[in-house]
Protein backbone atom coordinates (compact mmCIF):
# COMPACT_ATOMS: atom_id res chain seq x y z
CA UNK A 1 0.00 0.00 0.00
CA UNK A 2 0.87 3.38 -0.75
CA UNK A 3 1.88 5.98 1.94
CA UNK A 4 0.39 9.16 1.93
CA UNK A 5 2.61 11.09 0.14
CA UNK A 6 2.77 8.83 -2.65
CA UNK A 7 0.04 8.33 -5.33
CA UNK A 8 0.31 5.42 -7.80
CA UNK A 9 0.72 6.25 -11.02
CA UNK A 10 -1.35 4.11 -14.04
CA UNK A 11 1.69 1.98 -14.68
CA UNK A 12 1.84 1.15 -11.09
CA UNK A 13 -2.04 -0.20 -11.21
CA UNK A 14 -1.53 -1.70 -14.30
CA UNK A 15 0.76 -4.12 -13.01
CA UNK A 16 -1.10 -4.60 -9.67
CA UNK A 17 -4.36 -5.47 -11.72
CA UNK A 18 -1.95 -7.73 -14.12
CA UNK A 19 -0.42 -9.71 -11.38
CA UNK A 20 -4.32 -10.66 -10.24
CA UNK A 21 -4.89 -11.71 -13.94
CA UNK A 22 -7.44 -8.72 -14.90
CA UNK A 23 -6.89 -6.64 -18.18
CA UNK A 24 -9.16 -3.17 -18.57
CA UNK A 25 -10.19 -1.50 -21.20
CA UNK A 26 -8.47 2.34 -21.08
CA UNK A 27 -11.55 3.70 -19.79
CA UNK A 28 -12.34 1.37 -16.81
CA UNK A 29 -8.70 1.74 -16.37
CA UNK A 30 -9.11 5.63 -15.43
CA UNK A 31 -11.97 5.26 -13.82
CA UNK A 32 -10.04 2.45 -11.53
CA UNK A 33 -7.10 4.45 -11.07
CA UNK A 34 -9.36 7.18 -9.79
CA UNK A 35 -11.02 4.66 -7.34
CA UNK A 36 -7.83 3.40 -5.56
CA UNK A 37 -6.29 6.99 -4.32
CA UNK A 38 -9.56 6.80 -2.13
CA UNK A 39 -9.67 2.98 -1.20
CA UNK A 40 -5.96 3.39 0.05
CA UNK A 41 -7.25 5.97 1.82
CA UNK A 42 -10.14 4.63 3.61
CA UNK A 43 -8.01 1.28 4.54
CA UNK A 44 -5.62 3.75 5.86
CA UNK A 45 -8.43 5.23 8.02
CA UNK A 46 -9.45 1.62 9.76
CA UNK A 47 -8.72 0.93 13.26
CA UNK A 48 -5.38 -0.77 13.38
CA UNK A 49 -5.51 -1.57 17.57
CA UNK A 50 -7.61 -4.60 17.59
CA UNK A 51 -6.87 -7.44 18.22
CA UNK A 52 -7.09 -10.85 15.70
CA UNK A 53 -9.80 -12.51 17.97
CA UNK A 54 -11.62 -9.18 19.12
CA UNK A 55 -14.95 -9.10 16.91
CA UNK A 56 -16.09 -5.44 16.34
CA UNK A 57 -18.80 -6.08 14.04
CA UNK A 58 -20.67 -7.60 16.78
CA UNK A 59 -21.68 -4.42 17.87
CA UNK A 60 -25.25 -4.87 17.72
CA UNK A 61 -27.33 -6.09 20.47
CA UNK A 62 -29.49 -9.10 19.41
CA UNK A 63 -33.10 -9.25 20.21
CA UNK A 64 -35.13 -12.19 20.59
Known amino acids: ?????????????????????LTLPAGQLEKFCAVVARLEAAARRLRKDLKRNDEPASVFPIRR
Not at 1 to 21: P, Q
Open 1 to 21: MADERHKLSEEEVTFMLKRAG
